[in-house]
């Protein structure tokens, strides 16, 4: 009898869902928010019925006697925790009575859906819990190269504090240190957020990062803004709990309201200044965890939302080029599923050694293919391109391409994380000027200023950027080499950097030979990448999300795995 393990990430936002085999790999993992088409599926639960019915229903088809077990990703709620922790914190009272209001309301709906499903086939009636912070740590060493490394977990908050420190060897993992109190840099990039008139619940810290690259750090507020934390022996503390009130008082004047002030421009310079501050404390916590356990490795593992921070990575990868930086393709909570999956696993077969070396981040769905061959039959408003040969396929997207063409992708398994990394994935040519303003503009609906990705064969990635550094997952912003930066504009943030995807050649073949193709055309081996989206949406789902975005924008063309799609004229 095969056993099957369903973790459920049940934060409250970003739920996902992760199935992991008696061999201990995941074979599908996916957020909710990409079927419901809501951005971070708040307050949803991971079993959402629709969803996931399908998936296990193939599961069950072949292989009839599958039994299953579920696990959550937390071992206590929000609003079980003492009150005393949230007295003093940067987050507003309405902000943590709305985070523990979800957090509970979504564990409970949690897992009704799969027992209903599943019936007979569940072999334990129950949910287990397991620790948030060992979730985040087990589901990033899953696709870490290395085999021993000293893992930090850095997010808004855990069971008991905002880190923790893992050690891994051949698989085998000791936790070494644990956070306890309210300091929070996820807490504190969250209050930023706000301040510079953005949505920490809509989860837009993204945009306080890009936008710290339009202004340098303003001294006075860098050293208020430092004087909230201080760093000790790997832990993160305030330095003044009773003080908060005053400074969060004091940072109002710099609160912008959309509303009443659209130009988001004026938050840049605390952008900049809270963006220095994350990097010099969060620098200062790794230096600190390296002094206290001395790893007998340079391998460094990061996870929890705080890795979403391509900024930093971009920065710690360039500093610290003596260590090997591996971040998640899923460190935010989403990627807990599979955490929770295979600590389950362990419990249940008593088997304490994890997997890890599992390079590909595509786990989602695949598009579906009865709706995929009645394409061309059924949209009367578009030309259907059906091209089977995947050499003639990149040929004519290179030639679109050389056009100024931009062009929707979707093949293959959809990507799990929070990144676009080409098989769901709106891509452009790097080289006009214009680019960027208009997928901006015309496709994405967005600020200005935000940046777009540059995706590059992996072992063309030291004539181009500064830090020869494999980046498989979008993780890290590396500053692109001066010289190179005019001839791929559409690419280079104002700082000079670019959030670098490689391609590996054995991995991910297709886009390894667009690029090669395109390099041949154009001199350049580099293809803008974002995800393929609108503002204030997820990542498309489905083919009907491609088509109502193709047909709803000013894109040029979409790719079903072999269709080329282009509306009418």
């Keep these: 009898m095969s056993s099957y393990y369903i973790g459920l990430s049940t934060t409250g936002h970003d739920p996902a869902i992760a199935i992991v085999n008696d061999a201990g790999e995941c074979i599908f993992a996916e957020a909710t928010e990409r079927y419901?088409?809501?951005k971070r599926a708040i307050g949803s639960p991971a079993d959402i019925?629709?969803?996931?019915?399908?998936?296990l229903h193939t599961i069950c088809l072949n292989d009839p006697n599958a039994q299953f077990f579920l696990a959550q990703t937390w071992l206590k709620t929000e609003e079980s925790k003492p009150a005393k922790e949230y007295r003093e914190v940067l987050l507003s009272q309405r902000s943590v009575d709305r985070i523990s209001h979800v957090h509970k309301a979504t564990q409970m709906s949690t897992g009704a859906a799969l027992r209903f499903i599943l019936g007979d086939r569940l072999a334990l009636n129950e949910i287990q819990g397991f620790d948030h912070h060992l979730?985040?740590?087990?589901?990033a060493y899953y696709f870490?190269?290395?085999p021993d490394a000293l893992c930090l977990v850095v997010d808004g908050e855990g069971e008991t504090g905002a880190i923790s420190v893992f050690e891994w060897h051949e698989g085998r993992v000791v936790r070494k240190l644990r956070n306890w109190g309210p300091a929070s840099l996820g807490a504190f990039y969250a209050w930023i957020t706000e301040l510079c008139g953005f949505s920490s619940i809509a989860g837009e810290e993204w945009k306080v990062m890009g936008l710290?690259?339009?202004s340098d750090p303003n001294e006075a507020l860098v050293a208020r803004l430092r004087s909230l934390f201080r760093v000790e022996s790997g832990r993160l503390y305030f330095a003044d709990i009773t003080g908060l009130d005053e400074i969060k008082q004091e940072f109002q004047v710099y609160a912008r309201d959309p509303s009443i002030a659209p130009d988001y421009m004026s938050s840049a310079e605390l952008a900049s200044s809270a963006q220095y501050v994350f990097t010099e404390v969060l620098n200062e916590l790794i230096d600190s965890n390296l002094e206290r356990f001395s790893p007998a490795t340079n391998n460094i593992i990061l996870t929890g939302g705080c890795a979403l921070n391509s900024a930093f990575n971009g920065e710690l990868i360039t500093r610290r080029s003596t260590l090997n930086v591996h971040v998640p393709p899923a460190p935010g909570d989403d990627g807990n599923a599979i955490g929770a999956a295979l600590l389950l696993r362990a419990k249940i077969t008593q088997h304490d050694v994890f997997p890890h070396n599992n390079y590909l981040p595509y786990l989602g769905s695949q598009l579906n293919k009865k709706t995929l061959v009645k394409l061309p039959e059924t949209l009367g408003l578009v030309n259907v391109n059906i091209i089977d040969d995947d050499s003639e396929l990149i040929n004519e997207l290179v030639a679109l391409l050389l056009k100024n063409s931009i062009i929707g992708i979707a093949r293959g398994r959809a990507e799990f994380g929070p990144r676009a990394l080409g098989n769901r994935s709106i891509i452009a040519s790097p080289i006009s000027s214009e680019m960027k303003d208009a997928i901006n503009r015309k496709v994405k609906g967005r600020e200005a200023y935000r940046p777009f990705a540059p995706m590059i064969p992996e072992e063309k990635v030291a004539d181009w950027f500064i830090?020869?550094?494999?980046?498989?997952?979008?993780s890290a912003a590396i500053s692109i080499h001066e010289e190179k930066r005019d001839r791929i504009p559409a690419v280079t943030h104002a700082n000079g950097t670019g959030r670098v995807q490689t391609i590996n050649k054995l991995y991910q073949p297709w886009l390894h030979k667009l690029?090669?193709?395109f390099e041949l055309a154009s001199g350049v081996p580099i293809l803008l990448n974002t995800s393929f989206n609108i503002m204030g949406k997820?990542?498309?789902?489905s083919i009907e999300d491609a088509v109502a975005t193709l047909m709803t924008t000013e894109l040029d063309a979409v790719v079903l795995e072999n269709l080329i799609l282009t509306k009418k004229c």
């Design 538 to 541: 997820p990542i498309i789902h």
């Design 144 to 146: 870490s190269p290395h």
């Design 49 to 55: 019925e629709q969803h996931i019915a399908p998936i």
């Design 135 to 139: 979730c985040h740590a087990v589901s």
């Design 36 to 38: 419901l088409q809501s």
């Design 212 to 214: 710290a690259a339009f």
């Design 515 to 517: 690029l090669n193709e």
């Design 467 to 474: 830090a020869d550094a494999l980046s498989p997952y979008m």
